[in-house]
């Protein structure tokens, strides 16, 4: 990898200038009293061809917003609506974020550098345009976990600290300020094309769909702009579909899922409240102001579907209904092969050949975590590799509940399944007894130093053991 050449970061002007005009405004960064940089992303740094700055010029160009050459000349706040649960807001936009430049990685891939409390826009309406450094924090640790689990997601690329004091309705005030970078296959959001439907802007519409299909789904173009929107709606469904059926397997909970929150690429996005599971519960619900339990894990998938009814709504403009109903339909199938492939990718197991045996195996894998309420990552971790894991998972803190007969039928399924790169398992990660992980209180406990003592080491220490687990998952 650190042999090939360096990527086409800049060079080429920066695609997302084709459409900026109807849909981004050019603004100023905020005037930051300092810049202390807290978190520095050198395996994408060095992806995307930045991995050279010094941390001077990192400063300068993710605190101070100086442009990357050849790139955008100026930071652009990007326009949006969206659903926030279920109620239309079309009063959305990058209130405290803006698209900072466009990179490429060593294959090619379009990325986006998207910003998050860099300052008031347009669309700021009351708000500051901040992120607390605690927020900022919270999304590294989630974007990292997700990357070692296999997930879709954006990355967090930077964080610098920015010396301001925040005044947060939900956290102990005044609160430390930060501004965070991240690295994202697109800032096109559902939202996106809502905006365009709502202001029965059809042109713009057209162009969004172009920019999209030659930007991140080239295989999707078609000569006919009804079939090219129908097409489009169909490969964001399928991504859409992949990519919450990593969530459901990793035990992820969103927590705003949002219309505005979803990306077009299926990458996992703006995850503020997110939760990991403790245990298999479907009712659990991430967010203290979800109190209708909306976006609680178990309705995950439906509320993928429901999002992408609202961005079919949004197409109308460009292809018929009947069409664009018929685009949803592979949503479905794409969700539930990909929970299926997922489960077994993170027990480390090849899964079966056949469809109906395989969601019998989740069946049984799953029921038993919910009636157990087995610990969700000491039992992925304790059976990855399944039945060659039996003498680590007798060791594991909670090898009581794998004596006990209701296990049995899992322990019968474990057996009846090949393990996948077996090799993995010598891994000093999995020599350990316990795998990493990020319930609410770790992430609480990592704060707690950084507030009252400056104390990054528990930060660092569990960053560094999420990269290990990354590394030895491999997925
Ligand atoms: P989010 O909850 O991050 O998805 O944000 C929802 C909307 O509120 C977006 O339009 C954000 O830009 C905006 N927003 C959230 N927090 C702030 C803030 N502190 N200042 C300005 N706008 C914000
Ligand atoms: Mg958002």
């Known amino acids: 990898m650190q042999n090939s050449p360096p990527p086409t970061a800049q060079g080429a002007s920066p695609p997302f200038l084709r459409i900026a005009g109807s849909f981004a405004d050019a603004v100023a960064p905020a005037d930051f009293p300092s810049a202390v940089l807290r978190w520095r992303n050198q395996r994408w740094a060095d992806e995307t061809g930045l991995g050279g700055l010094t941390d001077e010029a990192w400063l300068d160009h993710f605190a101070r917003f100086t442009p990357l050459p050849a790139n955008l000349p100026q930071p652009l706040a990007m326009r949006y609506h969206g659903h926030q649960f279920g109620t239309y807001n079309p009063q959305l936009g990058d209130g405290r974020g803006f698209l900072f430049a466009q990179l490429r990685d060593r294959t090619g891939r379009l990325l986006d550098l998207g910003t998050k409390g860099s300052g008031q826009t ?53 609160t430390r300020s930060s501004v965070l970078v991240r690295l994202s296959h ?23 769909v172009d920019y ?3 930007e991140f789904f080239p295989g999707a173009d078609d000569p006919d702009m009804a079939r090219k929107a129908s097409n489009l709606l169909e490969s964001i469904a399928i991504a859409t579909g992949r990519m919450i059926g990593q969530w459901m397997a990793a035990g992820f909970v969103h927590g705003v899922m949002n ?16 939760r990991f599971l403790p245990v298999s519960d479907p009712n659990f619900t991430a967010a203290y102001f979800d109190a209708q339990g909306l976006y609680r894990f178990g309705r995950q998938p439906v509320q993928g579907g429901w999002a992408l009814q609202q961005l079919a709504s949004s197409m109308l403009l460009l292809a018929d209904a009947e069409n664009l109903a018929r685009s949803l339909i592979p949503y479905e199938a794409a969700y539930r092969e990909s929970f299926i492939a997922h489960t077994h990718a993170l027990l480390g197991l090849k899964p079966g050949q056949d469809e109906a045996g395989n969601l019998a195996f989740l069946q049984s894998f799953y029921g038993w975590m919910t009636q157990s309420k087995a610990s969700w990552p000491q039992t992925f971790f304790d059976w990855f590799g399944g039945a060659v894991s039996d003498a680590r ?8 509940l794998y004596a006990d007969t209701g296990f049995e039928p899992v322990r019968a399924a474990l057996k009846d ?22 319930l609410i209180a770790e992430v609480e406990a990592l704060w707690d130093p950084i507030a009252e003592a400056d104390d990054w080491s528990a930060f660092s220490a569990k960053t560094d053991h999420i990269e290990e687990a990354r590394r030895a998952l491999a997925l």
């Open 186 to 208: 697109s800032h096109v959001r559902f939202g996106t094309f809502q905006r365009c439907a709502w202001l029965e802007d059809k042109e713009s519409l057209a162009q969004l």
């Open 417 to 438: 399944r090949e393990t996948e790169r077996p090799e993995r398992l010598n891994h000093p990660y999995f020599k350990r007894p316990a795998p990493v992980s990020l």
């Open 259 to 274: 219309t505005d929150n979803f990306n077009i690429t299926g990458e996992t996005f703006d995850f503020g409240p997110w």
């Open 212 to 214: 999209c299909i030659s």
């Open 393 to 400: 998972a007798a060791a594991s803190p909670q090898a009581g």
């Open 122 to 174: 347009p669309w700021s309406r009351q708000g500051d345009g901040r992120l607390t450094l605690k927020g900022g924090i919270r999304e590294i640790l989630a974007a990292s976990y997700l990357e070692a689990l296999g997930v879709n997601t954006s990355k967090a690329f930077s964080l610098i600290e920015t010396g301001e004091q925040l005044s947060r309705n939900d956290e102990p005030s005044p």
